[in-house]
């Protein structure tokens, strides 16, 4: 079983799960993972400043997207927990119509939830600066193998899914799938599956270290 889950977990039925987005970790290396990614064919969002302290840019596609996530050095306000979690690829968040209602599921289902979030950034539009704004409530890291779990609400979608920012160079089109490995792979299927079954084209795949190498090599 994965560090964390209890054994006895109940088992979530018919709840539909869609993807919002995949975190991108840089701790304090936004400005290389964003010219990497430049580098790559991907346009990327002007930089955003959390109301929380945190940094990002965002991979836009029509569905779900990427998000780069750091922490500024000349900051006043530290999230803590970007720096407490790896670098890269760290976070897998659902999309949600009601962020206080999924924090009661999550509860109900036996995990241990954190408060729901309230956040904004501006986002600079026509030289007009306009708050996007945002609900989140996430798991304690450590229930689940790919890290970090949460959920998001958008209230203001069109500051977010812009046309002039969903156009890709290298021709990306969307998020199909993200691979998590861990030890057990199907224990780990298994607790994931608990928060819903993906209904938008978007599926988590799971593997250990041997089947990881198999599929890529060393």
């Known amino acids: 079983m994965t560090q964390g889950l209890p054994e006895t977990l109940p088992l979530a039925q018919n709840i539909p799960a869609r993807l919002d987005h995949l975190v991108l970790n840089t701790h304090y290396d936004i400005d290389a993972a964003h010219a990497q990614l430049q580098a790559l064919g991907f346009t990327l969002t002007p930089r955003g400043y959390h109301t929380l302290g945190s940094v990002n840019h965002l991979v836009m596609f ?14 006043d306000k530290v999230r803590q927990e970007i720096l407490d979690s790896p670098l890269g690829l760290d976070g897998l968040v659902y999309a949600v119509a009601d962020v206080p209602a999924c924090h009661d599921a999550w509860q109900a289902l036996g995990l241990v939830v954190q408060p729901v979030q309230h956040f904004s950034r501006p986002v600079l539009l026509d030289g007009v600066a306009t708050d996007a704004r945002f609900s989140t409530v996430r798991l304690i890291p450590g229930q689940f193998a790919a890290g970090r ?24 089109q969307g998020l199909t799938s993200m691979l998590v490995t861990d030890a057990d792979p199907e224990a780990t299927r298994a607790a ?24 890529f090599g060393g």
């Not at 029509?62 to 900051?75: A, K, M, W």
């Not at 779990?149 to 002039?164: D, G, I, K, S």
């Open 62 to 75: 029509p569905g779900g997207y990427l998000e780069l996530i750091g922490q500024p050095r000349d900051s």
């Open 149 to 172: 779990v949460y959920a998001c609400h958008h209230f203001t979608p069109e500051l977010v899914w812009r046309p002039e920012w969903m156009g890709h160079a290298n021709g990306v």
């Open 192 to 215: 994931y599956a608990r928060l819903g079954e993906w209904e938008d084209g978007f599926a988590l795949e799971f593997a250990d270290a041997a089947g990881l190498q198999a599929r």
